[in-house]
């Protein structure tokens, strides 16, 4: 996990308010993913993307989520209007399009709670 | 078709026993198929990973096995250790596309 940093590692939000996620990848690696987390369940794919592209966004919901990964800084997803259901931890992961092992990296992940 | 089921969801071994995780999968055109440890609190970090060419891969003391046919994949961890205590999580992708996780197994090594 070393290398994809993802903040904040906490985040309280009430309900009707915005919740913003940053993640930076590895140095280099210029693919983005983000995956939400529910306690004691699995990794959901949310969104896949590149340096100013949205590959895949399959598994966002409609209303309320965005992701983007602009040219330069970290990217940032955002849930606005978060209600409780949005609680959850939240995996940005990083792959190294050039090595072509299909390996992700994570991060430590960003837990939002809603009030 | 997207799913990966892994079984059981959690999973008591003995310290020093063989602890065994399965995957199923449906989609014939996935050609990744790795495995990741989660700490609690922590992300997830790869174990091991195979490619379908293969039938079987050893890292140590954690090995897959892959059946094509059956489209199947285990996760075997021989000596089983307390430190091995964590979620395990079996996943597969296709074109480097994005990993599909299963639902994961609470693995607990008794001392």
């Known amino acids: 996990n070393a290398g994809v940093m993802q903040n904040p590692r906490h985040l309280v939000r009430r309900r009707g308010q915005e919740a913003r996620l940053r993640c930076s990848p590895m140095?280099?690696?210029?693919?983005v993913y983000w995956y939400r987390q529910l306690p004691e369940e699995g990794l959901k794919f949310m969104v896949y993307l590149q340096k100013e592209n949205i590959i895949d966004e399959s598994g966002m919901p409609k209303e309320r989520f965005s992701a983007e990964f602009p040219k330069e800084g970290p990217s940032i997803l955002r849930i606005q209007q978060v209600v409780r259901g949005d609680s959850a931890a939240y995996f940005c992961?990083?792959?190294?399009?050039?090595?072509?092992?299909?390996?992700?990296?994570f991060g430590e992940g960003s837990r939002l709670t809603v009030l | 078709q997207q799913q990966v089921k892994q079984s059981p969801q959690s999973l008591i071994v003995q310290k020093g026993g063989i602890s065994i995780i399965n995957c199923a999968y449906e989609?014939?055109?996935?050609?990744?198929f790795p495995w990741y440890q989660q700490f609690p609190g922590k992300g997830p970090a790869l174990l091991i990973a195979?490619?379908?060419?293969?039938s079987e891969k050893k890292e140590g003391r954690f090995t897959i096995s892959f059946n094509k046919s059956a489209k199947q994949f285990s996760l075997h961890i021989m000596d089983s250790q307390p430190g091995d205590s964590a979620t395990y999580f079996c996943?597969?992708?296709?074109?480097?596309?994005?990993?599909?996780f299963g639902q994961g197994t609470r693995l607990t090594i008794n001392p």
């Open positions: 996943a597969a992708s296709w074109g480097a596309q994005k990993l599909v």
């Open positions: 992961a990083g792959r190294d399009e050039a090595a072509g092992t299909g390996e992700l990296f």
């Open positions: 195979i490619r379908p060419d293969v």
């Open positions: 989609n014939t055109a996935f050609d990744y």
């Open positions: 140095k280099g690696h210029s693919h």
